[in-house]
């Protein structure tokens, strides 16, 4: 599955499609309409760490659960790229981004932040095979438009790791 943005009336909106395989043929086959598709351009080039005023990366990442150091990230992304949050109401937990209480998209670092997108993101469970699970998270946060510095994505998975090893 990947995600397509089709331009309507000069509006672009964004859904998750499917290639299906007739005759030798491939055809796109749309699989659900995850909302209007906003694009935002790079505004204020700050790094996480200074945008948070971290000066301990692994005191950051030991004093905050998954989804705070994720809401995090977020938070700089909408900032990075000037999002209005007036414009657009955000749940991260719930998975919610809307605008006038419809789903959207908001088009950053060649990602697709949406509620599936989030909800990917949020209900990552690893497997038990490091390698695959770290590629499999990392695509979560590209899918998302979360550029994650290495050092906190390498922390984000290692907590991941420690509740996966205690349930």
Known sequence: MFFRIKKIKGKEYAYIVENEWLNKCSRQKVKGYLGRAYRFELKNNVDFLSYLNIGDIKNYIEENDIKKIINDL???????????????????????????????VLLINDGFMCFLTLQNLLEFKPDGNEESDGYRLARALVEAGIRVPQEIFIGLFGKLYKTRDHN
């Open 74 to 104: 977020i938070e700089w992304e909408f900032f990075k790229f000037n999002v209005n949050k007036n414009d657009f109401s955000t749940d991260v937990n719930n998975k919610i981004i809307q605008k006038n209480k419809k789903n959207v």
